[in-house]
């Protein structure tokens, strides 16, 4: 692998961007369920980062190897 594909797959936040250059924002830093996401200027601010995990199945003794 490559050096580029080491640093992606250890990096734990992502700024996703927009096809118009702007991020996804948590509209006001809230983090109450059912927040609004915007879409917002990039302001390197930690609202504007995402992190992605393995969703649980049902039994924790199986894995899945898949995103969604």
């Known amino acids: 692998q490559d050096k580029d594909s080491e640093d992606l797959k250890n990096k734990k936040d992502f700024e996703i961007i927009t096809f118009c250059g702007k991020a996804l924002d948590v509209y006001q830093e809230k ?36 995103y969604y």
Do not use: C
């Open 31 to 66: 983090k109450d369920n059912g927040t609004v996401v915007i879409q917002y200027a990039r302001n390197n601010n930690k609202n504007q980062l995402w992190n992605f995990v393995l969703p649980k199945h049902g039994d924790e003794s199986s894995s899945s190897d898949h």
